[in-house]
């Protein structure tokens, strides 16, 4: 037994030997297989005269005032060659830091007047802001003309380092506030009363203010705003230490009263008339028919000519849900824009339309302002306004910033008394016609069947025997 050990003992001690004496190859030197990286060329520095536009009689330039370099560059990319009416009035007394009030129809520009100011004054005069502080301050009465606002900064601004932030009520709520507390914000543009609530919970500061904006007042006097805009402008410095822009598509007694209560005695005011602002850049045509009519010439309009793009007013909601349905039975792809659409479902919609996955918007009011998409060739006025401002708005879709467009309206037996308070209002008179032959045609049979809800059957009574006593509940 004990040699049995022995023996297991130098076996062992010789496989350990020979495991301990093997020497692994040396291993070969590893080919360089990563080829050198060339250095990527330098990118070409963007200067002014990457932008060149020429002097043109009775037009004005961007050229023509002082602005930075990074605004330039945005305004390039956007091809914003000349200013609107608007701009040019406008920006020569602004950009010297003067208070403003300007009557002036959406469309026209002025939008692009408030931000260049204010990114101009910013970028000349830059420092760090604390959190839920900002320098500017732009207020508007619903969350469409917000959210435009917003996208419209976003690209004159991409060229710098200020940040803007919505604030608006219907969703998003919890992430508002998140974004308010992450980082600073340069400027904040917002809807009354979701700042009012932010304001309370100690989330917004506004006494470091420079600029405020109001925009569209006579709008919110007319949706009862201006208890809040009054509370909101009182929390920012005093109207001689800031710099506040009015506007206003109509200049009444009771808006001026507001514009003299916020801005200073040497404000400049700016009036731009609507036969300026809408007559001359859309074509306007009103066909005369009928209500029974209506639906048949609207839809060989757009057939006929193959809209792309099209825009279409209603006056009322339940008018917009039933011309939807019906024009998806014809084959038209539409979707609908009203007041009892949740804010999450208006943007889906707006964005659908944009990126043309729907042809056909067919909207109320609630898309007369604020409302910027890009390429509308036509607005169809399906029922004419009671008001003849509604339908400067709604025209104002189209042809926006100098763009041209084409306004077509359907007046039928009771909307047609509304026309001469809108020839009125614009100064001139509208071509009226009567539907040419290819409108008039019947219409096609529908490609989609009408889907009305399920009728349930109604369920017959029980005839059967009555449960025994020990299944019932006692």
């Not at 209500?291 to 209603?314: A, C, S, T």
């Not at 979707?335 to 949740?342: A, E, F, N, R, T």
């Amino acid at each position: 037994m004990k040699q049995f050990f022995l023996f297991l003992k130098t076996l062992f001690n010789k496989k350990h030997q020979t495991e301990s004496s093997f020497v692994p190859p040396p291993s070969r030197p590893k080919a360089k297989t990563q080829k050198s990286r060339r250095p990527k060329p330098e990118k070409k520095k963007w200067s002014i005269n990457d932008f060149a536009v020429e002097p043109k009689e009775g037009e004005t330039r961007f050229h023509d005032f002082d602005l930075p370099l990074s605004v330039m560059h945005a305004i390039s990319d956007l091809k914003f060659n000349y200013c609107t009416p608007i701009q040019a009035k406008l920006l020569s007394h602004t950009l010297e830091g003067k208070d403003a009030t300007a009557k002036a129809q959406t469309g026209t520009g002025k939008s692009a007047s408030f931000i260049i100011t204010i990114l101009t004054a910013f970028i000349k005069k830059a420092f760090k802001n604390r959190k839920g502080a900002p320098r500017a301050l732009i207020l508007a009465p619903t969350r469409e003309l917000v959210y435009q606002i917003e996208k419209d900064f976003k690209e004159l601004a991409k060229y710098t380092n200020l940040r803007i932030l919505s604030i608006f009520g219907g969703t998003g709520y919890k992430q508002q506030q998140i974004m308010l507390r992450e980082r600073p914000v340069d400027i904040i543009v917002a809807t009354p009363g979701r700042l009012i609530d932010f304001m309370n919970k100690k989330l917004i500061n506004l006494s470091k203010v420079e600029i405020v904006v109001i925009d569209e007042a006579d709008r919110m006097l007319d949706m009862g705003f201006i208890p809040d805009v009054r509370r909101i402008i009182l929390k920012t410095p005093h109207k001689n230490k800031r710099q506040t822009l009015f506007f206003s598509a109509t200049l009444t007694s009771d808006v001026l009263r507001l514009a003299e209560s916020w801005t200073t005695h040497s404000a400049v005011q700016i009036e731009i008339d609507p036969e300026q602002a809408a007559a001359d850049s859309i074509h306007q045509i009103i066909y005369i028919s009928t209500e029974k009519d209506k639906f048949k010439h609207v839809y060989n309009l757009i057939n006929n000519e193959q809209l792309k793009r099209v825009l279409l007013f209603v006056n009322r909601k339940d008018t917009a849900r039933i011309l939807s349905t019906k024009f998806e039975r014809y084959g038209q792809k539409c979707s609908v824009l009203s007041g009892d659409i949740s804010q999450d479902k208006r943007f889906k919609v707006l964005n659908n339309f944009k990126l043309g996955r729907i042809n056909l918007l067919v909207a109320t009011d609630v898309a007369a302002r604020g409302l910027h998409v890009e390429d509308i060739s036509h607005v169809i006025n399906y029922d004419l306004p009671h008001e003849p401002e509604h339908y400067i708005h709604r025209i104002g879709r189209t042809g926006r910033a100098g763009a041209t467009g084409i306004s077509i309206s359907f007046a039928d037996e009771m909307s047609s008394f509304f026309i001469p308070k809108i020839e009125e209002m614009l100064g001139n008179k509208i071509e009226c016609e009567y539907p040419s032959e290819e409108l008039d045609k019947p219409l096609p049979k529908p490609k989609k069947k009408y889907c009305s809800k399920p009728k349930y059957k109604k369920r017959k009574p029980f005839r059967g025997k009555r449960k025994p006593d020990r299944y019932r509940q006692k």
